[in-house]
């Protein structure tokens, strides 16, 4: 029982990861009054050119460490501009938010599909980013192999926490983020180029997204698949309402939704008489129960959140 609590813990740390990633970029999107259900169709790309890049270098062997990095980048620079997109759909065109993002994670997933079977074919490993435990701190029992023991990048994710919460509340672009989220014509009258906001909010929140697909081809699977986003971007847009738009919260959200899933792999694993059905569905039936139970979420929310601004409307 121990070893699956450990084994449970440690995978949490490790898969939770790219929702967390996600999930950050999408809070900043709402923040600034924009939901995109599109993030699903982000992570694709970002995880399918995320493998393209050190695939193409060395097909299944090693190559350098900065191959694999440019790897990251672009996919989180392919995220920004399907970002800015959708920016342009639903900020300039002022298209319905919901069904312009089920239209782009359609494209997303779709190209996604489309470029890996014309550029690969068919399944491929790569190396990818490997684990690097921490000198010192990776021999402490336990706690080691739970917290100190990771990919790179894993270190990077539970950073970018803090980090996110310093841009938000503490600086002034973060200020007019929550600004033109809460009330655009307010903003407006202050000289606050809301729709500038709300696309450079777009471009940050789709980069992270799709730096979020990246990293689970490079440093999780180690490959590509259709299905490898499987419903975490639709996730990481629940987790933002879960968590009241607060990074912490919504680490707290990601780390409860990953905890679930790992737990439900650990007692295939170790072949518990139970149910495989009921435990792989066992997490998405824990985000739908939370949120259902969490209605006060709402008043903690951007008012103008899914409203597009039009200064001639006055709205």
């Known amino acids: ?7 449970t813990l440690t995978f949490t740390v490790r898969f939770s990861v790219a929702l967390l990633i996600a999930s950050m970029g ?53 995220g920004a501009l399907m970002g800015l997109l959708f920016g342009l759909v639903v900020v300039t065109f002022r298209a319905p938010q ?40 990776s021999k402490i029992p336990v706690l080691g192999d739970i917290l ?29 983020v929550r600004a033109v989220g809460t009330f655009p014509l307010a903003a407006d009258s202050l000289g606050i180029k809301v729709n500038r906001i709300r696309y450079q909010s777009l471009a940050v929140g789709g980069a992270m997204a799709g730096f979020a697909g990246a990293f689970l081809t490079l440093c999780q699977a180690k490959q590509f698949s259709a299905g490898i986003i499987n419903g975490r971007g639709f996730i990481a847009v629940a987790l933002v309402y879960f968590g009241q738009w607060h990074p912490v919260k919504i680490l707290m959200g ?9 737990l439900q792999r650990q007692v295939q694993m170790f072949g518990q008489a139970f149910p495989y059905e009921f435990l792989a569905m066992l997490p998405y039936i824990l985000v739908i129960v939370v949120l259902a139970f969490n209605r006060k979420s709402n008043k903690f929310g951007p008012a103008a959140l899914g409203k597009p601004f039009n200064r001639e409307m006055r709205v």
């Not at 089920?102 to 997933?109: A, D, E, K, T």
């Not at 990818?128 to 010192?136: F, K, L």
């Not at 990601?254 to 790992?262: D, G, K, M, P, R």
């Open 1 to 7: 029982m121990g070893a699956i609590l450990v084994n």
């Open 26 to 78: 999408e809070m900043f999107n709402q923040k600034a009054g924009i939901f995109n259900l599109g993030c699903e169709g982000i992570m694709s790309m970002g995880a399918f050119l995320g493998m393209l890049i050190p695939f193409s270098v060395g097909g299944a062997g090693a190559v350098p460490g900065y191959v694999n990095i440019l790897g990251l980048v672009v996919g989180a620079l392919c």
């Open 98 to 137: 919901g069904i312009a993002g089920i239209g782009m994670q359609m494209f997303g997933v779709g190209l996604a599909g489309t470029f890996f079977r014309s550029f690969i074919g068919g399944q491929q490993s790569i190396t990818g980013i490997e684990s690097v435990a921490i000198p010192g701190l």
């Open 148 to 176: 100190f023991s990771h990919n790179p990048v894993v270190y990077f994710a539970y950073l970018l926490v803090p980090l996110a919460w310093f841009v938000i509340y503490k600086t002034p672009w973060g200020m007019k």
């Open 254 to 262: 990601a780390i409860l939704f990953t905890f679930a899933e790992s």
